[in-house]
């Protein structure tokens, strides 16, 4: 299971708050589907540690981000699990963080990559 | 409210990550693995649980006060896990705080405080200089009223005398403090009334005598008269003259001088109801100068452009105010302003000791300082291995820093307590030591007020962070595996230097405190065993004075000799006398003379004399070498008659017979009749000068002090002097009851108090010192204790190991008492005012500081020392 350590990359410092925004942009999850959610969408190339993931969730509910909730799901209605749902103004940081990376990956793409002059202009 | 909320997220938050991995776990039971083997590997999967709840922790982001609290709870905890630690460094701070808190409220109000009237900065004070020399500082009426009058510069000029005022009612007589002040005193200090007016330029009549009316202290009225509402008008018997009170002065008011403690005032021009002898009559003389100076500045003005202002003013003054026939003789003399914030002449006796003790407890506090860097230095060293697991566990640096500064704060807290308990206590035994022996009404009041807590906190925070971080931040350097490899309690070299350092600073610090102890108590001894000249034990003194009760001069003759005769019938008394000057009370007289076929030399002009009754001598049991006593016949009209002491004889008429020999006074012809034997006169740090004794009644002298020798038991003693005394007059007041050597030891009070002060901060510095040195080589000896097994196994002697350590100790000592000898001699110079009969380089007391110390370092190494040559090799190869 899971790719090799060698092959993972560490998530760029303050990314983790708006991957686990975006996921919740799917409907309420719990931490741990959130984490699932990441890892299988990156291929395992992302791997959430716990350790970085529950702090992350607290700090988006201190700020309001996301909201959570106690409830019973899946096959066994015995357990109950903290869901966590994305707030109005967990959507427009969302969005905020979206422009932000884009334009940052945008940039950084600019000098990994540049393209010829002539295509720039156009 | 918040702690059960947080339980309750707490909870919360365990159950989320339970389910987390609940669901981890069954994902892999899912993919094949055996339950246990799922868990396992879930909990690994998911890394360091503690971690992440502190993480969330952080995020709730209370975690501050949260950690807090655990820093305090660990603190505590560890604190009360080595309590000799704790114990010795909360001990050393609070002696530091303490001493220093005590000594700076001495100064704070010596220094610092200020009359409490309004503007007390704009308050200055007058003095005469000629060629630079200071001579005076107090004026005539008519200098004072005409620099009044005539000044540009004050907003208000006061002058003022302090008299002894004797309130008589029907039970006998009161003393209080008062002072003969002129109209413009309230004004001036801007002084407002609790009750009724205060006294004015319309009371204080110049040209007659003034109203006699009286405005009381609040605390008089309060204390004395149970605050009265209708104490205005009343008329109260003010050394048998009536007097009517118009006011109440405000609380708090205590007069214009901050170390005494005036009840009433009264007009100037009143004065001469409150003072006896000649002077009565040239009160309002420009030729009499007894008044004290007070002016308040103008606004805007500083006291230089003030004194450029009144110097010539004065100049001019002091001219037109003398005899026109004198005025070519007159001496120019310049007239200085100076802060008069702190009222009036400062009684300045009390700075030297202060200052002086003020040094001390600075190095008092510099040791425990280092006493207590050393302390956590070594404990930090000690906890190395315990830093090192911690911060493998994933503390964060921050955190442990925080946690030890946490501990130090704690073990500042705790000394500052001791401290302040300890300042009060010494404020308290100071403030008797140095107010003993002063005069009723005047002394220091000395509290613990909120500034000095304030500094004693500042003090014991700065001590906390300086000395903690520095141990804090080294120990917990993220060298985790080389710490973790090493053997317990070891510590990096730069501590080990650190703390050497440490010591020797302790050591060469101390040694100053120990050499001054040593000066200070041989001047005590030397002046506490001094031959006097005459023996105090069992001698009463006390003062009265009949013409406060209104008694005409001839009347007050009288008294004394019924007084006398009373006394001297009274069973248990010996022997009754009364004298002019008590010796060793401070008081002086000085005459001149000539003796008739000698040529007079200029120093040989005025010598001390005493004007005694018969008996003194006996009173005294000073030695009569030749001649006779004075006795009743020795009257006026009789031939004048003096005895002189041995050295009076060695100087004026050297080896010739004194006795029959006559000496010129005024215009008395006097016979030398008897010789005493020497003895001390003014003040014990004299050397012993020439004196004559003359008979009272052939002086024109007043105010005796009584001296009674007795054998009964003290409290005794004066309850029967005191019947002796009322029945002649029982309205008469007795003051100034006190056993004569009582009032000598009171005499020498700083140099006890400095002894006293010094030898207490001696035995606890040295004992510090010894802690220090004993912690260093403890802990050397167990840093070395493998090597000392394999020293021993493969043959050392037990002297060769012992040898290893002593060497290392003496080392420190040594280094410390190099340093500490000059330092020692240095500082000494600063005693040397108030040494007596010891220099201040004295070898010999010199010598035994270093021996103490040389001791001390010795005792302090030898029981880690025998802890080192009992190790056994094979036990020490195991150590770990």
Partial sequence: MGKDFTERIELLQGTLDMLVLRTLLFGPAHGHQIAKHIQRTTEDMLQV???????????????????????????????????????AAGRKQLLNEEVKWKKMTGAIARVMWPKPASEEES | MWFSRRKQREQELERELQA?????????????????????????????????????????????????????????????????????????????????????????????????????????????????????????????AELDKRNQAFDGLLGRYPVRVSLNTDHGAEPLNGEVVTGKYFTTLQVKPA??????????????????????????????????????????????????????????FFGPQMQSRIDLQIPVSRAGDFMNGPFVTM??????????????????????????????????????????????????????????????????????????????????????????????????????????????????????VRQLMVESLVLACAGCAVGLALAYWMIHTLSLYLNAGKPSGNFLQVRLDPLMIGFAILLS??????????????????????????????????????????????????????????????????????????????????????????????????????????????????????????????????????????????????????????????????????????????????PHVAIVNELFVKQYIPGENPLGRHIKMGDNDVEIVGLVKNSFYQDIREKMSPLIYLPVKQTNSSGYSILVRTALPAKIAVAEIQR?????????????????????????????????????????????????????????????????????????RKSDVAKLFLRESTFLIGLGVLAGVPLALASARMLKSLLFGVSEMDGGILFLTVAIFLTAGVLASLLPLRKAIRIEPLQALRYE
């Fill in chain 2, 283 to 400: 009160l309002k003389s420009s030729n009499f100068t007894w008044l004290e100076p007070l002016a308040r500045l103008k606004p805007g003005l500083t006291l230089r452009r003030a004194e450029a202002m009144v110097n010539p003013l004065c100049r001019a003054l002091r001219l037109e105010l003398v005899d026109p026939s004198v005025r070519s003789k007159i001496q120019m003399t310049t007239f200085r302003l100076f802060d008069g914030s702190q009222g009036m002449n400062v009684d300045d006796t009390y700075f030297k000791p202060v200052t002086i003790l003020m040094g001390v407890v600075g190095l008092v506090l510099l040791i425990a300082c280092a006493n207590v860097a050393n302390l956590l230095l070594a404990r930090a060293g000690s906890r190395a291995t315990e830093f090192a697991v911690r911060l493998s566990l994933g503390a964060s640096r921050g955190r442990l």
């Fill in chain 1, 49 to 87: 540690e716990h350790g970085s993931l529950y702090p992350a969730l607290h700090r988006l509910e201190r700020k309001g981000w996301i909201a959570a909730k106690w409830e019973s799901a899946g096959k066994d209605l015995k357990r109950e699990f903290k869901f966590y749902r994305l707030t």
């Fill in chain 2, 20 to 144: 987390h991995l609940d669901l981890e776990a069954e994902e892999r039971t899912e993919a094949g693995m055996s339950y246990e083997e799922a868990r396992f590997a879930a909990k690994r999967a998911l890394g360091n649980e503690g971690l992440t709840k502190e993480d969330v922790r952080a995020a709730w982001g209370w975690t501050f006060v949260e950690t807090l609290g655990q820093d305090l709870r660990y603190a505590f905890r560890s604190l009360r896990g080595s309590p000799v630690f704790a114990l010795v460094a909360i001990l050393s701070l609070g002696l530091g705080i303490g001493a220093n808190t005590a000594i700076f409220s001495f100064v704070n109000a010596l220094l610092f405080k200020h009359l409490p009237v309004p503007d007390a900065d704009r308050l200055v004070t007058l003095s005469e200089y000629r060629n630079g020399k200071h001579i005076n500082d107090v004026f005539s009426l008519p200098m004072i």
């Fill in chain 2, 195 to 252: 009750l009724g007016r205060l006294l004015n330029d319309d009371d204080d009549v110049q040209a007659g005598t003034g109203n006699p009316v009286c405005v009381i202290s609040y605390a008089l009225w309060q204390a004395r008269f149970g605050g009265d509402p209708h104490i205005l008008g009343r008329t109260l018997l003010l050394s048998a003259h009536p007097y009517s009170v118009v006011g109440v002065t405000e609380k708090g």
């Fill in chain 2, 724 to 796: 002796a005394v009322q029945t002649v007059d029982a309205k008469l007041p007795i003051y100034g009851v006190q056993q004569m050597q009582e009032m000598i030891d009171q005499g020498i009070t700083s140099e006890r108090m400095l002894t006293f002060l010094a030898t207490l901060f001696s035995v606890l510095v040295t004992l510090l010192c010894g802690m220090g040195l004993y912690g260093l080589i403890a802990y050397a000896v167990s840093r070395r204790t493998r090597e000392i097994g394999v020293r021993f196994a493969v043959g050392a």
């Fill in chain 2, 461 to 638: 925070l700065l001590t906390a962070v300086v000395f903690g971080l520095a141990p804090a931040w080294q120990s917990t350097k993220p060298e985790i595996v080389p710490e973790l490899k090493k053997a317990q309690g070891q510590m990096g070299n730069t501590g080990a230097k650190m703390r050497r350092f440490l010591v020797v600073a302790e050591i060469a610090l101390s040694m100053m405190i120990l050499f001054a102890a040593g000066l200070m108590t041989r001047t005590l001894g030397k002046l506490k065993t001094i031959d006097l000249g005459f023996d105090p034990g069992r001698v009463v003194m006390l003062r009265v004075d009949p013409r406060m009760s209104g008694d005409s001069p001839e009347q007050s003759d009288s008294a004394f000799d019924d007084i006398l005769t009373n006394l001297r019938a009274q069973p248990g008394i010996s022997a009754a006398s009364m004298a002019v000057v008590t010796p060793l009370e401070g008081g002086m007289i000085s005459m001149d003379f000539e003796v008739p076929g000698r040529p007079p030399k200029s120093s040989d002009l005025q010598t001390n004399m005493n004007a005694i009754s018969p008996d003194y001598f006996k009173t005294l049991s000073q030695a009569m070498l030749a001649g006779r006593d004075f006795n009743d016949r020795d009257v006026k009209k009789s």
